[in-house]
């Protein structure tokens, strides 16, 4: 089992940043593959990036490329996702999500966080 909190959510104005943590315990983080999803009112979860085990490659949705980026410190047990340059279409609970496989499926994740609400204010 793997237990992941999502923290630094919050109000910010268009434009703004933010940077969302996410920390793991449990078994060892540093295999699994690591997400980043949201999820808006009325709306389906969304992919926004994703991060392999080691932190040499990474993936982002066309919506956040050049604006966000996913990082990890696997002696930290925690993963990142820096968020710049915010857009009020950014606003959604966003979860980290956490995977045994090298390039998983959204439904491929086996462990999710609670998630953690950021909402942008035009």
């Known amino acids: 089992q793997v237990q992941l909190v999502e923290s630094g959510g919050g109000l910010v104005q268009a434009g703004g940043s933010l940077r969302l943590s996410c920390a793991a315990s449990?078994?060892?983080?540093?295999?699994?593959?690591m997400g980043w999803f949201r999820q808006a009112p009325g709306k389906e979860r969304e992919f926004v990036a994703t991060?392999?085990?080691?932190?040499?490659?990474?993936w982002y949705s066309d919506s956040v490329k050049d604006r966000f980026t996913i990082s990890r410190e696997n002696h930290k047990n925690t993963a990142y996702l820096q968020m710049n340059s915010l857009k009020p279409g950014d606003t959604a609970v966003y979860f980290c999500?956490?995977?045994?496989?090298?390039?998983?499926?959204?439904?491929?994740?086996?462990?999710w966080g609670q998630g953690t609400q950021v909402t942008v204010s035009s």
């Open positions: 991060i392999s085990w080691r932190g040499t490659t990474t």
């Open positions: 449990g078994r060892t983080f540093s295999v699994y593959t």
């Open positions: 999500a956490a995977s045994v496989l090298a390039i998983p499926k959204v439904d491929e994740y086996d462990y």
